[in-house]
């Protein structure tokens, strides 16, 4: 049997590969967009009285159920199979990033600024930060881009890992 750190290293760097070659998967097949769908539906199920109460149940709720969905589906698939498992265990960590996007619209911005385009890049920078960048100048919008590229590392890839 392959050493936990060492099969948890082999799927993150598989995580990456998958994310780099094939980018997000289709909303159909993305555990995010079903964590989504379970919170909707808790939600339209939220009683009149205790909401507080509630919004922690469903808080907690969403992570734990979450936890014990991808833990034993990476299980019950190593059980299976350990490449089965790798693959599994390797496309679920990939759903908690993309870094192929995050490159993707950070090279467009920065092309953006190097030609000049400063309306352009405004326009494509809320896919990054959440502000107002209606009157950042050029160096404020590619200090905006660092920043947002590193706020996104560490809660893209450090967090969930």
Request: glycine share 8%; with cysteine; charged share 20%.
């Amino acid at each position: 049997m392959m050493p936990a750190i060492s099969f948890m290293a082999g799927a993150f760097v598989l995580a990456i590969a998958i994310d780099l070659c094939f980018g997000e998967p289709a909303p159909a097949v993305h555990p995010v967009v079903w964590i989504g769908g379970l919170i909707r539906l808790l939600e339209r199920l939220a009683p009149r009285r205790f909401r507080y109460a509630y919004g922690l149940f469903l808080a907690l709720g969403t992570v734990v159920a979450t936890v014990i969905a991808g833990c034993g589906l990476s299980a019950l698939s190593y059980r299976l199979s350990p490449v089965l498992g790798l693959l599994v265990t390797a496309y679920l960590i990939k759903s908690t990033f993309s870094l192929s996007f995050l490159w993707h619209i950070s090279r467009e911005i920065y092309e953006d600024l190097k030609e000049g385009r400063l309306d352009a890049a405004r326009a494509k920078l809320p896919a990054l930060v959440g502000r107002d960048v209606s009157r950042l100048d050029e160096g404020r919008l590619s200090s905006c881009v660092v920043e947002s590229l590193g706020e996104s590392f560490v809660d893209g890839i450090m967090s969930p890992l």
